[in-house]
């Protein structure tokens, strides 16, 4: 442990005789004032774009990189007093791949063209607009130079035609979508990317090394831009909702079949400066549009679900921590925490009821939230978020008694973040989080009162941005009731009451508990070969789960990896990328808890088809995890491979296909296999089914654990285990129907059925080690199993059978910019049956008549500039 501190202090020092920051020369282009604004309907004839200059000479980057583009594309810019203006010829000798689709999402089976601004002229951020030949638009936030945000939307407006000699494409850009300071003559970067789908050719103005990492570092400046003004824009967009709630066959006397309501609010945004914007919403509407995948779960840690609520979406990128701009990251059997985990927000009220009948709120309703992100002073770039989420209750009934119960409390969420570049290749940064909850006596014992967390972090290139440091340091503090702490500490991220851990302690009186966390990683980001080394140390009462997403505490992970990555046209391939690495983790307590060697290959080949696979070996190790709350155990090592491949995805029948087999040292095996098929019969319709089927063999499955004080092996508690024999068939289907590049209908269906049939129960032998008791007495009664030994024990029955099937159907129209219909189906069927067996006929047939919870909603919103 001694020798990893001095390593964090010492690796900056031994790096920075590598530092160097070559001066590279930047092409230089002009964008003149237009005496009047080209009309915006996809036709290079206004006068406007005659007295622009003509920029061109795009070079490969895909297939032949660094060479002439095979088809040119030709630009012109101007602008006014409102906005910029873009017009763009693409040349083709063939008629253009049109594609329709819905807005922000992937439109690579198609020709588009890419607009890239960085108006700030920092070489590290700008924003995105894309256009493809049927005029669907994308948008998205670049930062850290190598990464986009497509949650952002913005407001623009574009046209497109389709020619004989290519097509053409007029975009607008209102000066309101962009932050830029105040000054009398602008100085932007920017960059121009095409992708022709039928040479699967992308090009671009300026030509980026795919051997390198970087993006927005290698615009091009923009000149001529003067007598402009930032503007503070001032957005207004109220909304309205019209929802039906359906049930069938709750066996609930406070579920009505059918539950109506109307509802409204109105989000605001207003330019507080040139670079800095105040977002906030009143009543607003935070129901997802489509629904979450269903999962199954058997371990003790919880899903994570990925954020799709638009004004969490928008400018996620400011509040990532610890998160540089490094092009490859490895965790190996320990995640990285993700400080700001916005679905805390608004979360399932945490407090269950002990009741025969309840009825509690599926979410927490947030009574208001503001946010504001953007640039201040010499380089600062900031964001502050607040929400406050309401109280919630819950109606009860037990027997005749009936009543009311808070679930959840008043709570405030407060996210602040800020960063700074210095130098020409560093940043640092800190953020800070709060969480405060007004608690009521029923649950001071189940949560914590005040959460805190404060940290810094940054990076630094060297060698011409050849070489990365990434690091970060932060501390956290929660505080309680000593029930809550009590909690808290026997979580299963920590588990402080392990009878056999030397370094920690379960303290049923403290009222506070802390902890800190760090990360230092050095890498290469530039050539085919890119070594790669990295420590991560979480303390045991390290905690963020209040507004972030963390498994486990209690680790030091450490890794070294070598990457090589090809990216030259040979004979037979168009890419080569793979890695392997070596990991071990430890505990505080300095047991072993990963040990192992992974590998990883990818294979794009010269048809444009694709191989990929991984595999590695794992050795015996402790997992001090595995018992719940025990003593650690030892799981004997494991090897595992799996592999896929695919072809070209602009086909019209495009698939990818997987499957890996696991076997361990126990004598458990799993096997998981995966195949995508997509149908596109013309380019306004997408189909797509994605079966996934998986089986388990898993001879050391935790079931339980009994109190019994004569049993001293396992410090007077038995641990049971079993062979688990588990079967899952997810069906995911997909039908996008795109009308216009304003008018689209998805529908999503996903029928999933999971089984778990537990056999050959036993007990850990002893605390420590790999070794089991065979239960030959354990039995089943009445739904119960029933172990007599030292006494009697009893625990109930866990063989599983899931049935669910979850649905969405999506219709939105966007009848002018920013403003937009959604007319919304959702339904979560799901029941559970008790039996361990797979039986797939069975199953799906008894998915109709399970219980359903439908939601129908119409939703208007209308976007009001001032």
Known sequence: MKLIRVALVLLPAIAAPLFAQPVQPRPTYKAVRAAKAPVIDGDLSDPAWQNAPEITGFTQREPAEGKPATQQTRVRIVYDDQAIYFGLLMEDDHPATPLLARRDTDLNNGDYVRVSIDSQHDHLNGASFIVNASNVQMDSVLFNDINDDTSWDAVWDSATKIGEKGWTAEMRIPFSQLRFPEKDVHTWGFNIGRSNARLTEVSRLVHSPKSEAGYVR??????????????????????????????????????????????????????????????????????????????????????????????????????????????????????????????????????????????????????????????????????????????????????????????????????????????????????????????????????????????????????????????????????????????????????????????????????????????????????????????????????????????????????????????????????????????????????????????????????????????????????????????????RGHHYAGGGFGNDSRKRVSFETEGERVDDGFGGSSGSYWLSLIYRPTPAIKLSISPRYSRVHEVAQYVTQIDDAAYTPTYGKRYIFATLNQKTLDLGIRTDWTMSSRLSLQLFVQPFVASGDYVGYKQLTRARSDEFTPLAGL????????????????????????????????????FRPGSAVYVVWNENRAATAPVGDFQMRRDFAALPNAPSEDVFLIKFSYWLPM
Do not use: C
């Not at 805190?452 to 990076?459: A, E, L, S």
């Not at 866990?798 to 219709?811: E, Y």
């Open 779 to 814: 039995d089943f009664d009445g739904g119960a199993n029933t172990y007599n030994a030292a006494g009697s024990y009893s625990f109930d029955n866990p063989d599983f059978n899931f049935r669910s099937v979850r649905g969405s159907a999506v219709a939105r129209w966007e």
């Open 218 to 635: 290698y615009f091009a400046d923009l000149e001529g831009i003067s007598g402009i003004h930032p503007r503070r824009s001032f957005e207004i967009m109220p909304y309205g909702v019209a929802r039906s709630d359906l049930r069938s066959r709750a066996d609930n006397p406070f579920v009505k079949p059918a539950a109506h309501r109307m509802d409204g609010g109105v989000d605001v945004k207003y330019g507080l400066t040139s670079s800095l914007t105040l977002t906030g919403t009143v009543n607003p509407d935070f129901g997802q549009v489509e629904v979450d995948p269903a999962v199954l779960n058997l371990s003790q840690f919880e899903t994570f679900f990925p954020e799709k609520r638009p004004f969490f979406t928008e400018g996620a990128d400011v509040f990532r921590f610890g998160n540089g701009p490094a092009s490859s990251r490895w965790g190996f059997n320990v995640g990285f925490p993700t400080f700001f985990y916005s679905r805390r927000i608004g979360r399932t009220p945490q407090a269950s009821l002990d009741a025969d009948w309840q009825n509690a709120p599926g979410e927490t309703t947030i009574l208001g939230a503001a946010k504001v992100t953007g640039k201040v002073g010499k380089g600062w770039t900031v964001g502050i978020l607040d929400a406050l989420a309401d109280q919630e209750e819950a109606w009860f009934r037990t027997g005749d008694v009936v009543g009311k119960e808070t679930v959840e409390p008043m709570t405030n969420y407060l996210v602040t973040r800020a960063t700074r570049e210095y130098g020409k290749a560093s940043r640092a940064g800190f953020m800070f989080t709060s969480v405060n909850r007004r608690l009521t006596g029923t649950l001071d014992p189940l949560l914590r009162q005040n959460a805190y967390f404060g940290g810094v972090d940054g990076y630094t290139f060297f060698r011409d941005k050849s070489w990365l440091l990434d690091w970060y340091a932060g501390t956290s503090l929660v505080e309680g009731s000593a029930e809550a702490m009590a909690s808290t500490q026997n979580n299963p991220a920590r588990y402080y009451a392990r009878p056999d851990a030397g370094h920690i302690e379960l303290d049923p009186t403290r009222t506070s508990l802390s902890g800190w966390a760090g990360r230092a990683m050095f890498g290469k980001e530039k050539g085919k070969w890119r070594p790669n080394f990295q420590v991560q140390l979480l303390s045991p009462g390290f905690e963020v789960n209040d507004v972030g997403f963390m498994t486990r505490t209690d680790s030091v992970a450490t890794h070294a990896v070598m990457r090589y990555l090809n990216t030259d046209v040979t004979r037979y391939t168009r890419e080569i990328n793979w890695w392997v690495g070596k990991y071990q983790n430890w505990n505080f307590d300095h047991d072993l808890t990963a040990n192992g060697v992974s590998a990883n290959f990818y294979t794009q080949f010269k048809n444009y088809w694709s191989a990929w696979g991984w595999g590695g070996v794992a050795a015996d190790h402790l997992d001090d995890r595995i018992t719940r709350g025990g003593p650690a155990m030892i799981y």
